[in-house]
Nanobody, 124 residues
Framework: QSQLVESGGGLVQPGGSLRLSCAAS????????IGWFRQAPGKEREGVSC????????NYAESVKGRFTISRDHAKNTVYLQMNSLKPEDTAIYYC?????????????????WGQGTQVTVSS
């Protein structure tokens, strides 16, 4: 049994920042592409950002480009999502997912492992 665990969510004011972490238990992430997804109440799950297994290639949803940065630390077996200039529309549960491929995609079906999610709420 293996899983991903997200952390770093919470309450933040508009314009603020959060850093989300995705840590793996039971397996190494070295050869997995990692994606961050989010889902707000009543809305479809949305791909936010992803990173290739090597960390050399990244993708971002248009809605977060210039504000979010994805990165990974192989030594810590962890992937991060730095979220700056947060907006109320960023409010959602954020999930990380791992895909047993080199390259990443921003759609949900190809991913093999999922975390339980961490709540991000952006409000004044």
């Amino acid at each position: 049994q293996s899983q991903l665990v997200e952390s770093g969510g919470g309450l933040v004011q508009p314009g603020g920042s959060l850093r989300l972490s995705c840590a793996a238990s039971g397996f190494r992430l070295d050869y997995y592409a990692i994606g961050w997804f989010r889902q707000a109440p009543g809305k479809e799950r949305e791909g936010v950002s992803c990173i290739s297994s090597s960390g050399g290639s990244t993708n971002y949803a248009e809605s977060v480009k210039g504000r979010f940065t994805i990165s990974r630390d192989h030594a810590k077996n962890t992937v991060y999502l730095q979220m700056n200039s947060l907006k109320p529309e960023d409010t959602a549960i954020y999930y990380c997912a791992a895909r047993a491929r080199t390259m990443c995609v921003l759609v949900s079906p190809p991913y093999d492992y999922w975390g339980q999610g961490t709540q991000v709420t952006v409000s004044s």
